[in-house]
């Protein structure tokens, strides 16, 4: 049982003097053979996890901001649609708040036989607001005839 412990103590386990034969690591080992890499994954983690979570959030602020573009583009159409059919300024603005939120204020312009509504909703998010995202949409139908 004796050289087994020994080889256990050489291992780096604290040993001041080897007492192997043919053990590489020379005849004195030093007790502080792994002080050099204490801490070292509580260094890596430190630094690991912040990258991670600030990953994170832009890749939620991207999803975010996916999203918020499909909402506008669909209130923006909706109202579009509602107003080429010769439905009042107070009925678009309600049908685009309806669709894409209440944060939501539409440009609507009629020039010629053309009207045009123009939709920009800020993304949400602590990323996307430092960053001053805003989501745009704008589309432009003809008037129905008729009406």
Same mark, same amino acid.
């Given at each position: 049982?004796?050289?087994?412990?020994?080889?256990?103590?050489?291992?780096?386990?604290?040993?001041?003097?080897?007492?192997?034969?043919?053990?590489?690591?020379?005849?004195?080992?030093?007790?502080?053979?792994?002080?050099?890499?204490?801490?070292?994954?509580? &260094? =890596?983690? /430190? *630094?690991?996890?912040? #990258?991670?979570?600030?990953?994170? !959030?832009?890749?939620?602020? @991207? %999803?975010? +901001?996916?999203?918020?573009?499909?909402? &506008? =583009?669909? /209130? *923006?159409?909706?109202? #579009?649609?509602?107003?080429?059919? !010769?439905?009042?300024?107070? @009925? %678009?603005? +309600?049908?685009?708040?309806?669709?894409?939120? =209440?944060?939501?204020?539409?440009?609507? #312009?009629?020039?010629?036989?053309?009207?045009?509504?123009?939709?920009?909703?800020?993304?949400?998010?602590?990323?996307?607001?430092?960053?001053?995202?805003?989501?745009?949409?704008?589309?432009?139908?003809?008037?129905?005839?008729?009406?």
């Amino acid at each position: 049982m004796r050289p087994r412990a020994s080889v256990l103590r050489c291992l780096g386990l604290g040993l001041v003097r080897c007492n192997l034969r043919g053990c590489g690591r020379g005849l004195r080992h030093r007790s502080s053979d792994r002080v050099g890499s204490r801490g070292a994954v509580t &260094a =890596e983690f /430190a *630094v690991g996890i912040p #990258a991670v979570i600030v990953l994170l !959030g832009v890749l939620l602020t @991207v %999803v975010a +901001a996916g999203i918020t573009q499909l909402r &506008a =583009e669909e /209130a *923006v159409r909706a109202a #579009a649609r509602e107003l080429a059919r !010769g439905e009042a300024p107070d @009925v %678009v603005v +309600a049908t685009a708040r309806r669709v894409a939120g =209440e944060g939501v204020a539409p440009e609507v #312009a009629a020039v010629g036989g053309e009207v045009t509504v123009r939709v920009r909703l800020p993304v949400p998010g602590p990323f996307a607001a430092a960053a001053g995202i805003v989501a745009e949409a704008s589309a432009a139908l003809p008037l129905e005839v008729g009406r």
